[in-house]
């Protein structure tokens, strides 16, 4: 999928380095960093290798728990990473995290011209941003307008709607972040072509042909990330601060065992229950009950302020492959629900086939990066 974001931070873009054939993307989660590096080769994205590292062995704690690392120890395990996956670049795209940014969506008359854009964005965007304006660095999209049906466009005799607004997506990222991000690449001999939002990364790996209006829910360790896509632009986008960590948890706190205890128990039988603790599925299912109430909650404002939904739902991230969520998720929005696949759109032996249809969720971030570095 094109990413309309093509400007955002070219400002503090380092463009210097490999500008070859292979791209790398990077994604530091909150859990685990992840890596994906791919070549062009014959007009094709081919896969070269792949690779993640848990966080938890540099933070004394348990894998699958979320961690709040120095810089010093971030490097560390990206150096791992990249080394044990045999990564072959410098060149690389590095995901900013969702609680280091704020999208939001203005409405602006349609008369404003295009020279005062950007000052009244500015203004306009000091009613969301919680810090001065001076410590992020704002980027935005003139979102498509809804076209007229043909009935608005032939009939004269239709009363006049309302002025025509410009909706505008918003983006604002903490500086401080970009440029401790830039240091931990550059500590690691790396080369930062771009930056960009994991949801935006995340979009362009999982999206195939669609055009109508589709919700991504992207379940992470730490939160649930819901963008409504349409036409290939990022419409909404929200956060639910809730994810896989807290699920297990809980699981660990009401059954009295360790966090890998119970992150092993969640992924092996999930929503499903099985031979499991009897109570260990209604545990998931607390969770679950809550994020698809605040994802259903989210849909229906913007169905009443824009008379549309969604008609498929893609799942994506680690937090996707829980067993019984995708049946959850059909009996909830009544709607085409997928799984996301996002190695499908590179070339790989076909011996990795199933095991990247499995893993594909949780590289979803990497892979977005590096398929836009090639485009």
């Known amino acids: 999928m094109d990413n309309p974001f093509k ?39 081919v896969l070269e290798t792949y690779g993640s590292i848990s966080l938890a062995a540099l933070s004394s704690t348990e894998a699958g728990q979320v961690t709040n690392l120095p810089a010093e120890k971030i490097v560390a395990a990206l150096q791992e990473v990249l080394k044990q996956s045999g990564v072959s670049t410098s060149a690389a795209g590095l995901a900013i995290p969702v609680q280091s940014s704020l999208i939001f969506t203005l409405e ?10 950007g000052g009244i964005i500015a203004t306009e965007a000091r009613k969301y941003i919680p810090v001065p304006i001076t410590e992020v660095s704002l980027d935005w999209f003139i979102l498509p307008q809804k076209e007229l049906s043909f009935k608005e466009a032939n009939d004269p005799d239709l009363p006049a709607g309302p002025e025509e607004k410009l ?4 983006i604002a990222t903490q500086n401080e972040t970009v440029s401790r991000y830039r240091a931990i690449a550059s500590e690691c001999a790396l080369a930062v072509q771009f930056f960009e939002i994991e949801i935006f990364a995340s979009a362009r790996s ?3 042909h669609e055009l109508s209006l589709t919700l991504l829910a ?18 909404s986008y929200h956060t639910i601060d809730r994810g896989g960590a807290d699920i297990s948890s809980s699981i660990a706190t009401s059954l009295s065992i360790s966090f890998s205890e119970a992150e092993k128990m969640k992924k092996e039988f ?33 169905e009443k302020k824009h008379n549309r939904a969604p008609n498929k739902v893609i799942l994506t991230g680690g937090g996707a492959l829980l067993k019984g969520l995708k049946e959850t998720a059909l009996s909830n ?10 190695f499908s759109k590179v070339q790989a032996p076909a011996f990795l086939d199933k095991v990247l249809s499995v893993t594909g969720p949780e590289f979803a971030v990497a892979l977005g990066l590096a398929l836009r570095q090639l485009q």
């Open 7 to 45: 400007k955002i931070f070219s400002s503090i873009s380092h463009l210097s380095g490999n500008s070859g054939d292979n791209a790398l993307g990077i994604d530091i989660g909150s859990s685990a960093i992840k890596v994906v590096e791919i070549k062009k080769k014959k007009g094709r994205a």
């Open 108 to 117: 602006l008359p349609a008369s404003i011209k295009e020279g005062e854009m």
């Open 167 to 170: 909706r505008v997506l918003v």
């Open 206 to 208: 999982n999206f195939e």
């Open 218 to 235: 992207d379940f992470g360790a730490s939160r649930t990330k819901l963008a409504l896509v349409e036409f290939g632009v990022v419409q």
């Open 270 to 302: 999930g929503l499903l229950g099985g031979a499991a603790d009897k109570n260990l599925a209604e545990i998931i299912k607390t969770h679950t009950d809550y994020i698809f109430a605040e994802i259903n909650n989210v849909l229906l404002s913007y």
């Open 333 to 342: 929005f009544q709607v085409e629900v997928v799984i996301g696949q996002p």
